[in-house]
């Protein structure tokens, strides 16, 4: 305790502290901030503690070693001037001059060494606006605007690629065990990449819980979407513990059926209705569009799968001569695509299209829109993470009806769900 009390003699002039602070306030001054009243004060203790901090050490250095063979390199250790850098606070920012000792030994907990932030507060704060799809400049200049601080480029990249760690602890973390109902799409991207800009696909895999709780399960980047890598995703979500899917709704992809029931072959996949419109819609000329539109609504909101099947026989007697190429997908997917007319409406509601993905997808553009293209896949993937990260926290309750929506699909999977019926 005297120690500090002369440390605070010495390097801290408090009655010149008050005297200045007391006429800085009736000046109107603030009492924090950028010139705020108590500015000098934090760098003043700052420099003191550290000052003792360094005494200290070169004391039990010194007895510490003893008749030790390096006894004589620690004897000779001593204070060597100060390291000066800029800290950023949460209301200012300074020049701390750290006092050094001439070995290099010497570890300060209070300012540790390369440390330049004060408190989390502020990592946390850039954090946030970088998660709001917010650029450099615009952090900049908020950060600068709210607390008086300037903070470079690459002192924002340096704070945000603090969650990278937190990024492959996610993408590594274990899975349920058992997934009722999966959606799995992807999304494009324009990435900066040894000087070219490339696309990114994004994978996403949306879980809903035997809790019909939502869960984003991984964060997937590739050059391109195709079955190939969806079949490495797959593989990804069973090494990390998932051993039944009950239905997962995909788009038309080519070859992701397959690709899906090699890993889960007892999953039963859903094609997404929409993709299939508008796919089929592409071949259709614009003078006919309205009118095939009305027939193909006869097939995939038909009550029943045999009606659906009649009605489907009606729209390639009529279409199928002048439109040949969107009958015959109909009819090639049909298998995998009529699966939900055997649900009741609860679940075929939820299942004939990937919208739960998809509304995710927009959320997440919501965030990335300001992004012409992206400085690199690492710029992307914290961009991506953190947008999941702040969608998830309103998944907190079950989705609508789904306390309905289980007992169902325990009755069509029988022994299939492990339900905790206590």
């Known amino acids: 305790m005297?120690?500090?009390?002369?440390?605070?003699?010495a390097d801290f002039d408090y009655s010149a502290f008050k005297k200045k602070a007391i006429k800085d306030l009736y000046l109107g001054k603030e009492l924090t901030g950028k010139n705020g009243v108590f500015g000098g004060m934090v760098k003043d203790i700052l420099e003191a503690a550290l000052s003792e901090e360094l005494n200290q050490h070169l004391l039990q250095e010194k007895e510490s070693f003893g008749n030790d063979v390096d006894a004589e390199f620690a004897l000779n250790n001593r204070r060597n001037g100060?390291?000066?850098?800029?800290?950023?606070?949460?209301?200012?920012?300074?020049?701390?001059?750290a006092a050094r000792d001439r070995n290099g030994s010497f570890e300060p907990n209070l300012v540790k060494k390369g440390q330049t932030v004060l408190t989390e507060e502020l990592d946390n704060k850039i954090i946030a606006l970088y998660g709001l799809g917010m650029g450099y400049?615009?952090?900049?200049?908020?950060?600068?605007?709210?607390?008086?601080?300037?903070?470079?480029?690459?002192?924002?990249?340096?704070?945000?690629d603090k969650i990278i760690p937190k990024i492959k602890e996610w993408q590594n973390r274990p899975l349920e065990e058992i997934y009722p109902i999966i959606f799995l799409d992807a999304m494009h991207f324009k990435c900066s990449e040894e000087g070219k800009v490339v696309s990114k696909a994004?994978?996403?895999?949306?879980?809903?819980?035997?809790?019909?709780?939502?869960?984003?399960?991984?964060?997937?980047?590739?050059?391109?979407?195709?079955?190939?890598?969806?079949?490495?995703?797959?593989?990804?979500?069973?090494n990390r513990g998932v051993n039944d899917i009950l239905i997962a709704c995909i788009d038309g992809l080519k070859g992701f059926p397959e690709a899906i029931n090699s890993i889960f072959p007892k999953t039963e996949i859903q094609l997404c209705i929409i993709h299939q419109i508008r796919n089929s819609?592409?071949?259709?000329?614009?003078?006919?569009?309205?009118?095939?539109m009305e027939d193909l609504k006869l097939v995939y909101k038909a009550n029943s799968r045999d009606l659906a099947e009649e009605k489907l026989l009606d729209l390639e007697e009529k279409w199928g001569k002048k439109y040949p190429l969107p009958i015959k997908s109909w009819n090639n997917n049909w298998h995998n695509l009529s699966g939900y007319f055997k649900y009741p409406p609860e679940i075929r509601k939820m299942i004939y299209t990937?919208?739960?993905?998809?509304?995710?997808?927009?959320?997440?553009?919501?965030?990335?829109?300001?992004?012409?293209?992206?400085?690199?896949?690492?710029?992307?993937?914290?961009?991506?993470?953190?947008?999941?990260?702040?969608i998830s926290k309103?998944?907190?309750q079950p989705i609508q009806n789904w306390s309905l929506i289980i007992g169902q699909l325990d009755i069509f999977f029988e022994n299939r769900l492990k339900l905790d019926l206590a």
């Open 2 to 9: 005297t120690k500090n009390t002369d440390i605070n003699k």
């Open 82 to 97: 100060y390291n000066s850098k800029t800290i950023k606070a949460k209301d200012s920012a300074f020049k701390l001059n």
């Open 137 to 160: 400049r615009d952090i900049s200049s908020h950060i600068d605007d709210m607390y008086g601080i300037e903070i470079s480029k690459s002192s924002i990249t340096a704070i945000t």
């Open 202 to 238: 994004f994978y996403t895999v949306l879980g809903i819980n035997q809790e019909g709780k939502k869960d984003v399960l991984g964060l997937y980047l590739s050059e391109s979407e195709g079955a190939n890598f969806w079949l490495s995703v797959l593989t990804d979500l069973r």
């Open 281 to 292: 819609i592409k071949y259709i000329a614009s003078k006919n569009q309205k009118e095939f």
């Open 354 to 390: 990937t919208n739960a993905v998809e509304g995710l997808h927009r959320q997440i553009r919501k965030v990335t829109k300001t992004k012409g293209s992206f400085t690199s896949q690492t710029a992307l993937e914290k961009l991506i993470y953190l947008a999941i990260k702040n």
């Open 394 to 396: 309103k998944w907190n």
